[in-house]
């Protein structure tokens, strides 16, 4: 049974750095995309980012490029998302996910089979 649990939202202020895990079982974890997306209240959920199976290729949204940044521990079966220079705007249940296809899905929600069940992150203006 495949289990995405995050962790580290939490409250704090806009300026504010804030790192999220999320640990992955029941899956080959080094085989997979990982993704971030977040749902702020009466929105749509977004895509946030995204790091390849190896580690070593990132995408970002435009909304959050230079702040936030992700990463991976194949060993510990991890996936980081450290956030810095938050905003109010940043506020939202943010998710990791598990994509099995190629990089060119990395954007589309559907195509990621496992979810987390998400951690709240508020920023405080």
């Known amino acids: 049974q495949v289990q995405l649990v995050e962790s580290g939202g939490e409250l704090v202020q806009a300026g504010g750095s804030l790192r999220l895990s999320c640990a992955a ?61 938050l905003k109010a705007e940043d506020t939202a249940v943010y998710y990791c996910a598990a994509n099995p296809n190629g990089d060119n899905t990395i954007k589309i929600a559907t195509y990621y089979n496992a979810w987390g069940q998400g951690t709240q992150v508020t920023v405080s203006s």
């Open 25 to 85: 079982s029941g899956l080959t974890f080094s085989t997979y995309i990982m993704g971030w997306f977040r749902q702020a209240p009466g929105k749509e959920r977004e895509f946030v980012t995204a790091i390849n199976s190896r580690g070593n290729y990132i995408w970002n949204s435009d909304s959050v490029k230079g702040r936030f940044t992700t990463s991976r521990d194949n060993a510990k079966n991890t996936v980081y998302l450290q956030m810095n220079s």
